[in-house]
């Protein structure tokens, strides 16, 4: 029966009672299709051997599992060889249920995964060996691993099976869906895990289409759009409408119009109605024209005016209609007959006794498009209507400039010879020749000379002169140019003097009025800290805060009512266009780790280390992934790994970190196993110790310190890292964090925190020596196979890992400080860093090494009881060197007791080569010699 009691087909068998079972299970030929990889997920119960009566060592809790690849199915009546087939996994249960359990129906069902391959033939048989257990086998599933069809970002990308170099990521181009364009070249990669990361590049919707549910659909009538790019298509116009689908363009209803240069956004418009109110005001010697606007400008706001002149001969002799003529081209106009943005323009230079009638033409940006008609306003004068004598032949003759100053022109100018009237006075008229308009000065002389004042320094000044006769006005004199000097040094210096004054009388003022403010502040301010004050306290009160003086104190993300708000606070965030994907190099919690780029406009690209969130995680996951990040945003030193930023308004959420080229301390330490020297070792430790000391400073506990959470730079500068198990101090410093609940690397960890889930400074402390012992041993695995039982079992009961091979002597003892049993007892981080800092000052204290393998504790109660080992072939596989067993029967080892006296030379001798293997055998060596030692000094014999 399942679990919901329902009954089902099972393949079982409980063979317990019999010696030496040996049952085989095989399955049908499965074809490996696409797959490079293939994934096994078994669902199993299995009876526990202590709940069956009257067995003894016939019982197991195991069953093996194997695979045998092939291109055809088996023919029928093969005999089943099972050296044919390769071993996968031993599989063991983490559940087992009991005679109790049988009885009342519960089962204990247990799921496993486990990975077959590589496969490279066409398929492929499972098969399932039992040695001797009561078990029942509920599924068997078998899966590979995808990356599935789907769209990103406008682009379609296919099914992508992984590489089978779980290290590597597949690059897979899309292609853009129909009716879209490239903008950039849309990838995404393929991760190991079969889940997509981090898209890069995009597809937009083209002209008249928008993206609706990932694809580009064609606008509908009534609207379009103009442009490629990811924006949804636009109603038309006012005066425009499009009948048909995927508009590009709205056209322009009937009389309206839409110019070259207007924006396809832009509403029809079209040619503004004529100007209104046109009126002409005639004076001695100019001609004015002044209108309204249109009443209708066509909706545009490019309105000008043209001015139109043409010159009607009212003397036709003929006595037919007058011939009109464009006006001569010496009729000036000011500013100018064309263009005009306001509404009104000056004539000059005209004829007397002259018909002239004047079009003013009202134009838009549309104007002429289509139009038959001009928007024309009309008005026709006779210059003789004015009633004035027109003037005569200008009386002077050249106009000189006899000085001048910054602000004043003295002119002069000579007469005709023979003047036809007796000259009244002169009118001078000028203006500044930049600024040619229709408002410009004038004054009066009776002399021929005159001194203009109030002038503007440096500034050229244009001229005109004419005289006043008892018949009237004469003509100007043509034009004349005159510039004035530059300003006088003597006022510029008083002006100098009166600034300096001013701005000093004003310093004073602001300076009066800012101790003023600063009197009246300085209690506001008194107050506002002394309030500052006591809400800190209450909060750090309430958050676990531990102020420490001169250094900022870390805040748990977890005191934060919104977590988020944490994230915004101490991270920042990235466009993710700015990451570049290069490859995956490792695996985390919450998702794969991959290596790329970090561009940043104007600067060099950094290589950075991406950790990402899978696909299809719930808020909570969510929240953990960044719970990390918003950590490591506080902090700040050379030996902590530096957060650049996250990536959390796109998918996937991503963290992303400085990157570092060795990667994790033990698996660098083992591939580079015994190339180092002891000063060079310590100069690692150190710079762990450095980071360390830095969170302790803050008030931070990490919880997790071990080498594979030390990164190593191309510089071998190692950095603490992976801050997801950490907890803040409470107020007091002494104090410790309790746990509830998770994983706790037992190894690592101190006695007081496995034993009452408590962590504080001095439990990292202990997991410091830890990741000391594993530096001085390359990277070899703490208490080597023993189980976590028995190593806290050890630890209580005393026992201390014994010095690696070659260790120094202070280090070992450094890491037996560490490890001390009272947590007050051990050396603090500050401490810590000081000590080794004096033996790098100090190299030859690193010359003593551990290497007296025959002293032994003073009394036998500071020894611990340790596992014993029947042969010598149990001995090598319980720290998987079994490999060596024939070398050590060969050369005469064939005892427990034999093999205690072995030295670094006699394991060679025998044939034990690797530096890493010749270490992990002489240290369980010494291992067990102890453990010889403390029964023979009990009274027992071996």
């Known amino acids: ?329 010496d009729l000036r106009f000011i500013p100018r007959p064309l263009g005009l943005s306001g509404t009104s323009v000056a004539v000059l230079d005209f004829a007397m006794h002259t018909n002239y009638t004047f079009h003013v033409e009202a134009v838009n940006g549309v104007s002429g498009l289509g139009i038959a008609a001009r928007s024309l306003a009309n008005v026709t004068i006779t210059t003789h209507q004015t009633g004035k004598i027109p003037p005569g032949p200008s009386l002077i003759g050249v106009v000189r400039k006899d000085w001048a100053t910054h602000n004043s022109i003295a002119l002069s100018w000579t007469e005709v010879e023979q003047p036809p009237s007796d000259i009244v006075d002169y009118e001078v008229k000028y203006y500044e020749k930049e600024q040619e308009q229709l408002s410009y000065s004038s004054t009066r002389t009776k002399a021929p000379s005159v001194v203009v004042s109030g002038l503007r320094p440096s500034t050229l000044y244009v001229f005109h002169v004419r005289a006043r006769t008892v018949a009237g006005h004469t003509a100007y004199s043509p034009k004349f140019e005159f510039e004035t000097a530059d300003e006088d040094p003597d006022m510029a210096d008083h002006g100098q003097v009166l600034v300096v004054v001013t701005a000093s009388v004003g310093g004073f003022s602001l300076l009066v009025i800012l101790t003023l403010f600063l009197l009246i502040t300085g209690r506001c301010q008194g107050y506002i800290k002394a309030r500052m004050k006591s809400e800190e306290k209450r909060t750090r009160f309430q958050s676990g805060h531990v102020p420490f003086s001169g250094i900022k104190t870390y805040v748990d993300p977890d005191t934060y009512e919104d977590p988020t708000q944490a994230v915004q606070e101490f991270t920042k965030e990235i466009d993710p266009s700015r990451i570049c994907i290069e490859r995956v190099i490792g695996a985390g919690e919450f998702g794969e780790v991959c290596s790329g780029l970090l561009r940043t406009p104007g600067k060099a690209d950094i290589a950075v280390a991406i950790k990402t969130l899978k696909g299809g995680y719930m808020e909570q996951q969510r929240r953990d992934f960044l719970r990390e990040a918003s950590i490591m945003g506080q902090f700040n030193n050379p030996n902590i790994i530096r957060l650049e930023g996250v990536v959390t308004k796109s998918r996937p959420v991503m963290i992303v970190v400085e990157y570092m080229e060795n990667g994790a301390l033990d698996s660098f330490l083992r591939a580079h196993d015994g190339q180092f020297t002891a000063i060079q070792l310590v100069g690692m430790l150190r710079g762990i110790a450095v980071g360390m000391t830095y969170l302790a400073d803050i008030g931070y506990i990490h919880r997790d310190l071990a080498a594979r959470n030390i990164l190593v730079d191309e510089s071998l500068i190692c950095k603490v890292s992976d801050f997801g198990m950490s907890r803040v101090l409470e107020d007091d410093p002494e104090a410790a964090y309790t746990t509830t609940g998770g994983k706790i690397p037992i190894r690592w960890t101190a006695p007081e925190a496995i034993t009452y889930g408590k962590f504080s400074s001095a439990s990292d402390v202990w997991s410091y020596g830890i990741a000391m012992w594993e530096v001085m041993s390359y990277g070899e695995r703490p208490y080597w196979e023993m189980s976590n039982q028995d190593v806290i079992l050890s630890i209580e009961e005393g026992y201390r890992l014994p010095a690696p091979m070659g260790c120094p002597v202070a280090l070992h003892q450094l890491m037996m400080h560490c490890w001390q049993k009272e947590r007050v007892q051990r050396p603090n981080f500050s401490e810590i860093l000081t000590f080794l800092d004096k033996l790098i000052r100090n190299p030859s204290s690193l010359l003593t090494v551990v290497n007296n393998v025959h002293s032994y504790p003073e009394s036998p109660e500071d020894m611990p009881d340790y596992p014993l080992f029947i042969s010598i072939g149990d001995w090598l596989d319980s720290i998987k060197m079994s490999q060596y067993k024939n070398n050590f029967l060969a050369a005469g080892y064939t005892t427990l007791d034999s093999i205690s006296t072995m030295s670094i030379d006699d394991i060679r001798r025998i044939g034990v080569c690797l530096i890493g293997h010749q270490r992990r055998i002489i240290s369980s060596i010494q291992s067990l010699r102890l453990q010889l030692h403390h029964i023979q000094q009990s009274g027992f014999q071996v």
């Open 1 to 329: 029966m399942d679990e919901q009691n329902r009954p089902i087909h099972t393949f079982q068998v409980c063979h317990v009672m019999e010696p030496n079972q040996n049952n085989w299970l095989r399955s049908g030929w499965i074809q490996r299709q696409a797959a490079q990889k293939v994934y096994v997920e078994l669902r199993f119960t299995l009876r526990d051997c202590n709940s069956i009566p009257w067995v003894s060592g016939t019982c197991k809790e195991t069953f093996n599992l194997f695979y045998l690849q092939t291109d055809e199915p088996l023919p029928l009546g093969t005999r089943f060889r099972s050296s044919d087939y390769a071993k996968v996994d031993t599989i063991a249960a983490d559940e087992s249920f009991t005679q109790t359990d049988l009885g009342d129906r519960v089962l204990r069902l247990n799921t496993e995964v486990r990975e077959v391959g590589p496969v490279t033939r066409k398929g492929f048989y499972l098969a399932f060996q039992d040695v001797g257990a009561c078990i029942a086998l509920v599924s068997v599933k078998v899966f590979y691993k995808r990356c599935p069809s789907t769209l990103r970002n406008l682009a379609a990308f296919p099914d992508t099976v992984p590489r089978l170099d779980s290290s590597s990521l597949v690059e897979v181009r899309g292609a853009c869906v129909e009716n879209a364009e490239e903008r950039d070249t849309p990838k995404l990669y393929c991760g190991a895990d079969g889940d997509w990361l981090v898209p890069l590049g995009r597809c937009v919707c083209s002209i008249g289409h928008e993206e609706m549910d990932g694809y580009c659909q064609a606008c509908q009538p009534g609207f379009y759009k103009a442009y490629a790019g990811n924006i949804k298509c636009s109603k038309c116009p006012l005066h425009s409408s499009s009948h048909d689908q995927a508009a590009t363009i709205c056209h322009c209803d009937k009389g309206y119009y839409r110019a070259i240069k207007d924006p396809s956004n832009m509403a029809c418009t079209r040619p503004p109605s004529a100007p209104r109110n046109l009126i002409s005001v005639v004076n001695d010697t100019a001609l004015f024209l002044q209108w309204t606007p249109p009443s209708d400008t066509g909706g545009r706001k490019d309105l000008t005016y043209n001015i139109l002149c043409q010159r009607c001969d009212s003397n036709n002799e003929d006595g037919g209609a007058p011939q009109c003529e464009p006006c001569e081209s």
